[in-house]
């Protein structure tokens, strides 16, 4: 919009409001560099807390990663192994999206494509009151609805279990993958949706065939923001999982994440101990899982293009 | 001693209160009106609290502010000053003791208020009725062999699974730290065991559980679950009663204590020393703990004439 020279569009500009658009500039330079800067600062900062442990030669990486016993307090023989947790982690968002993505990406769908406006912003008022519930308000509803619920209905040992946590999880995620996916299908051009229907598509192949390809990015990034809120979530999943180190041997077994065991550990531990470190070193490894999400999706959004 | 340090950081969110606490009621007041600061372990909490309440109507000039956090982080505002009575479940460590006195040139004080039985819970329609310590350990520490509730010689109906569900407290629970030193020798809990952050919830998922068993002070029964017996190797299966508590029959109870740094002088030791008295006894009952023996009960202390009250 501002290309070219500023006399040659025909405005005439003082020195002052050309020094302003400057500053203006700067400023947004900056606003646009600064998430880069804050997100290196948090991964400095959480890897530098990390690392004492991680240099240490009594700690093995091996052990951490791929040893279940976590016994940081023990008084006999202290271990840190945080696979049940990576596999809690990964179970309860695993659990939580194959439940939220086929309802949230139907409810973008009827939202933008099948509904009258009336009932569209009524269900998207809906929708954002369902996302400003407190994450412990959804831990408390888990530790005694849910819990009660699926002890009665699936005849479950315990109620608080990877099941409970995900279903938590994808209630949380679903406005998330709801008002983007919406946003992604309304972004689709209706030259495409006319072309469809001059082609004599029913409205089931509109969708089918040409909105949900049209829109597969922002459905992806829809997705992805769903899979960082169900991993990066903590408290509804400290209450609901039951916080039990183990690796699940079922969706009705107890299950720990590795955001709750730093949540219910970092109150009590003593700064700068071993135990504080391995749990910044958490820190580093949750960082890692969203780097490697993004990277993935990042890759496979490129797939799509090239295509 | 570095361990000190992040309690001593939670301890100065604790001064901050007290403060402002303090300062609130000097100002809100005309007459002078002493605060006492009582801070520390969770299983006390309900108890002190009464304490406190019931205080209030005896010395009206007397009010004392009750705090949770947990047994360490009492202790370490007490260390640093912060307040003039720490509530524990558990004895003082040494190195606690040694920073009490290098802090504030005095020795910690421990005074036994009452007692509490470490009760192990199972759901009221389980048929277990007693256990040994043998058998605790081998269902709840690392290595044990006991996971199913046949393992005891019972048909658990209203648990078809069989399976039991282990419920504990969070790692840094001065609870759990009992229950490992005195129930399970040091050992470390199996993997698996469901980790709670209170003791009232450890009590309401057994009752809603079937399967499960979980531990908890005497104070948290409801009618949802059932207290086992406990017997130590060879020995018969003893309830945890009020007089098994105090005969030390029962084998996993422990004292519950108040710590001041020095001997406790002044609107303190007027407080404890009603603690100590019957009527402060009879709130310790009346919460769900064993009170003191009589012998150890000292005599219905004189209230304060207003003179003492609003110098």
């Given at each position: 919009m501002t290309e070219g020279a500023p006399g040659s569009i025909g405005f005439r500009r003082s020195w002052h409001s050309l020094a302003a658009e400057r500053g203006i500039e700067a400023l947004i330079t900056v606003c646009g560099i600064s998430a880069v800067i804050l997100v290196g600062g948090i991964f400095f900062f959480v890897f530098r807390e990390a690392l004492p442990v991680l240099a240490s030669p009594n700690f093995s990486l091996g052990e951490f990663l791929f040893s279940v016993e976590w016994y940081p307090t023990s008084v006999t023989d202290v271990r840190y192994g945080v696979l049940a947790m990576i596999v809690g982690t990964l179970a309860v968002t695993a659990l939580a999206?194959?439940?939220?993505?086929?309802?949230?990406?139907?409810?973008?769908?009827?939202?933008?494509?099948?509904?009258?406006?009336?009932?569209?912003?009524?269900?998207?008022?809906?929708i954002e009151l369902l996302a400003a519930i407190p994450s412990v308000v959804w831990g408390f509803l888990g530790l005694t609805v849910v819990n009660q619920l699926l002890i009665t209905v699936f005849d479950a040992a315990v109620g608080l279990n990877a099941l409970n946590a995900g279903l938590l999880l994808a209630l949380m995620s679903l406005p998330i993958i709801v008002s983007i996916g919406?946003?992604?299908?309304?972004?689709?051009?209706?030259?495409?949706?006319?072309?469809?229907?001059?082609?004599?598509?029913?409205?089931?192949?509109?969708?089918?065939?040409?909105?949900?390809?049209?829109?597969?990015?922002?459905?992806?990034?829809?997705?992805?923001?769903?899979?960082?809120?169900?991993?990066?979530?903590?408290?509804?999943?400290l209450m609901a999982t039951g916080h039990a180190v183990q690796i699940p041997g079922g969706l009705l077994d107890p299950v720990r994440t590795l955001t709750a065991n730093i949540a219910s550990e970092m109150g009590e531990v003593s700064k700068d101990s071993e135990h504080y470190r391995v749990l910044f070193a958490i820190g580093v490894l949750l960082f890692g899982i969203t780097f490697l999400v993004n990277l993935a999706a990042d890759l496979v959004v490129r797939g799509v293009r090239r295509r | 001693m570095a361990s000190l340090l992040a309690r001593r950081l939670q301890a100065a969110g604790a001064l901050a209160l007290a403060a402002l606490g303090t300062a609130s009621c000097q100002r809100s007041t005309a007459s002078e009106r002493t605060v006492l600061l009582n801070r520390g372990s969770d299983t006390m909490i309900n108890v002190a609290q009464a304490w406190a309440e019931e205080y209030a109507k005896v010395a009206p000039g007397v009010s004392v502010e009750v705090a949770?956090?947990?047994?360490?982080?009492?202790?370490?505002?007490?260390?640093?000053?912060?307040?003039?009575?720490?509530?524990?479940?558990?004895?003082?460590?040494?190195?606690?003791?040694?920073?009490?006195?290098?802090?504030?040139?005095?020795?910690?004080?421990?005074?036994?208020?009452?007692?509490?039985?470490?009760?192990?819970?199972?759901?009221?329609?389980?048929?277990v009725q007693s256990m040994t310590l043998e058998q605790l350990r081998d269902l709840f520490a690392e290595g044990g062999r006991i996971s199913r509730w046949s393992d005891f010689g019972v048909r658990h109906d209203?648990?078809?699974?069989?399976?039991?569900?282990?419920?504990?407290?969070?790692?840094?629970?001065?609870?759990?730290?009992?229950?490992?030193?005195?129930?399970?020798?040091?050992?470390?809990?199996?993997?698996?065991?469901?980790?709670?952050?209170?003791?009232?919830?450890?009590?309401?998922?057994?009752?809603?559980?079937?399967?499960?068993?979980?531990?908890?002070?005497?104070?948290?029964?409801?009618?949802?679950?059932?207290?086992?017996?406990?017997s130590r190797e060879g020995g018969p299966p003893v309830a945890p009663t009020v007089q098994a508590t105090l005969d030390r029959s029962y084998p996993i109870a422990r004292p519950l204590y108040m710590y001041t740094v020095g001997q406790p002088e002044g609107e303190t030791k007027r407080y404890l020393d009603w603690i100590h008295s019957p009527p402060g006894q009879r709130i310790v009952s009346a919460v769900g703990y064993v009170p003191l023996p009589a012998s150890e009960t000292g005599p219905v202390p004189a209230p304060p004439s207003p003179s003492e009250v609003h110098p």
């Open positions: 999206m194959a439940i939220a993505v086929p309802f949230g990406i139907g409810g973008a769908i009827y939202l933008s494509e099948f509904c009258g406006p009336k009932v569209r912003e009524t269900l998207k008022v809906v919406e946003d992604a299908l309304k972004a689709v051009p209706d030259s495409y949706r006319e072309a469809g229907i001059a082609l004599g598509a029913t409205r089931w192949q509109l969708v089918y065939r040409v909105l949900l390809p049209g829109a597969r990015n922002g459905l992806l990034a829809a997705v992805l923001l769903g899979v960082g809120r169900a991993v990066g979530e903590t408290m509804a999943v | 949770g956090g947990g047994s360490g982080v009492g202790i370490a505002a007490l260390i640093d000053g912060t307040v003039q009575i720490a509530n524990s479940s558990r004895p003082m460590k040494p190195a606690e003791q040694e920073a009490t006195r290098t802090a504030r040139g005095a020795d910690p004080v421990e005074h036994v208020t009452g007692y509490d039985a470490l009760v192990v819970y199972v759901h009221a329609k389980n048929p209203a648990c078809p699974r069989d399976t039991i569900i282990r419920i504990s407290r969070q790692s840094s629970s001065g609870t759990y730290d009992f229950f490992r030193e005195a129930a399970l020798d040091k050992h470390d809990f199996k993997l698996g065991t469901l980790e709670l952050n209170g003791s009232k919830e450890v009590v309401e998922l057994v009752a809603h559980t079937p399967c499960a068993i979980g531990y908890s002070g005497m104070g948290y029964a409801t009618p949802g679950v059932k207290m086992l017996s406990l």
